[in-house]
C-alpha cells in the first residue's frame, strides 16, 4: 500500500494502484492478510497477501463464468464441489441452480468466510446460510484425495500459484480431482492472465491433458484482473460437454430461471474461441 492507494504487485512487470476511499478492515486471519477497501470504480475490494480477490463491480463477470457455464454445459448437475471461494460468490451462483442438490465449498482459510459473511453479503448474499451448502474447512488436496463423494461439477476458484494456492495447480491436484468426478462430470480451473500468467495456463493444460478426453479453456473479461482476459481451465471426460448446441443452452438457461449479466448462452459458445497467443499456450 502506498498512502492512500493500495499497490498489486502481483506481476513483476506491472503494478497495479487503486486508490483507497475509504478503509473498512485490515488484518490477519490464520493464514493470510486481508484488506477491504472502497474504490471509486470497483466498490468493495477484497485483497489476500496483497491480490486482489474479488470486487463488488466486477465480481458478476467471473462468477457467473465459473459457475453457469460448466452447470449449463452438464445440463443435469446435482452435486458441486468448489475449491476455495471463501467469498462464498461462487456458492452463490451455483445456488441459483435449483436443480443443485448440495454445494460443497472447501476452503483453507475459515477467516475468509467469516469475514465474508460479515463484510460481504453484496457478493455471498445469504449464499453459507441456505440448506444445500456444506462448508469444509480443508486444504482442497486433501478433500480431493480423500472424500468418497462424487460431484457433477468441480469449481476451482482458488487464488493464484502462490502460498496456500500453489497445490492447486499441480497434476497431484487435478489427478485427485478427476477421482472425484462423477461420469460425465466437468472440472473448471481459475487460471489467471495468460498476456502476464502464461506460464500458469500451460502448465494447467499440459497437467490435464493426459488425464482427460477432452481439455481446453475459454475466457472473459473481467476488469479487476488486469493485462487483458482471463483464462479458465476446461477439463472433462465427455467430449459433447464443450459443443452443446446454443439451442440447447438456451432451454436450459430458460429452464433455470438465471437473472445474469454477464453470461448469456451465446456468450458461452463464443467463450470458446480462442485467441491465436492463447491457443499456442495451450498447444
Ligand atoms: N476470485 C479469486 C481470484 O481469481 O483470485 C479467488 C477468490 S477466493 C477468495 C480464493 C480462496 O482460495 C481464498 O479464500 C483462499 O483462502 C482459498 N485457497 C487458497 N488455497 C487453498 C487450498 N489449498 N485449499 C482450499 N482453499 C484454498
Redesign the pocket.
Known amino acids: 500500500m502506498t498512502g492512500d492507494w493500495f499497490e498489486e504487485t502481483l506481476h513483476p512487470g506491472l503494478h497495479t494502484r487503486l486508490r483507497i476511499d475509504k478503509l473498512l478492515y485490515e488484518g490477519n486471519s490464520d ?2 492478510h486481508l484488506i477491504l477497501f472502497e474504490n471509486p470504480e470497483f466498490g468493495r475490494v ?1 485483497a ?1 497477501n496483497g ?4 470486487t463488488e463491480r466486477d465480481e458478476f463477470i ?1 462468477h457467473e463464468m465459473l459457475a453457469h457455464l460448466p452447470l449449463l454445459a452438464h445440463g443435469a448437475a446435482r452435486e458441486v464441489l468448489i ?5 462464498g ?1 461462487m456458492l452463490e451462483e451455483v445456488l441459483k441452480h435449483q436443480a443443485v442438490t448440495r454445494a460443497t465449498l ?4 475459515a477467516g ?1 468466510i467469516k469475514f465474508s459473511k460479515e463484510y460481504l453479503r453484496s457478493i455471498c448474499g445469504n449464499a453459507f446460510e441456505d440448506p444445500r451448502t456444506e462448508i469444509v474447512i ?4 486433501d478433500h480431493v484425495e480423500t472424500t468418497e463423494d462424487r460431484y457433477d461439477v468441480v469449481i476451482v ?4 500459484p502462490i ?3 500453489e ?2 495447480f499441480t497434476e497431484r491436484f487435478y489427478t485427485a480431482c478427476k477421482r472425484v468426478l462423477a461420469p460425465g462430470g466437468v472440472l473448471v480451473t ?1 487460471n489467471g492472465v495468460p498476456f502476464v500468467q502464461g506460464d500458469e495456463l500451460r502448465n494447467t493444460l499440459a497437467a490435464l491433458k493426459p488425464l482427460f478426453a477432452d481439455t481446453s479453456c475459454y475466457t472473459a473479461t473481467v476488469p479487476a ?1 488486469v493485462g487483458g482476459c482471463m483464462a479458465f481451465g476446461w477439463a472433462t471426460d465427455d467430449t459433447d460437454l464443450r459443443s452443446v448446441s446454443l439451442d440447447a443452452l438456451e432451454r436450459r438457461y430458460a429452464g433455470a430461471k438465471l437473472d445474469t449479466r454477464y453470461y448469456t448462452p451465446a456468450v458461452h459458445r463464443a467463450a470458446f474461441a480462442l485467441p491465436g497467443y492463447i491457443a499456442e499456450l495451450i498447444a
Open positions: 493464514l493470510q477484497l489476500l491480490v486482489v480477490q474479488t467471473y475449491i476455495g471461494g471463501g467469498d460468490g472447501v476452503e483453507i482459510d475468509v480443508a486444504d482442497g488436496v476458484d482458488s487464488t493464484d502460498g496456500p494456492g497445490i492447486l481459475q484482473y
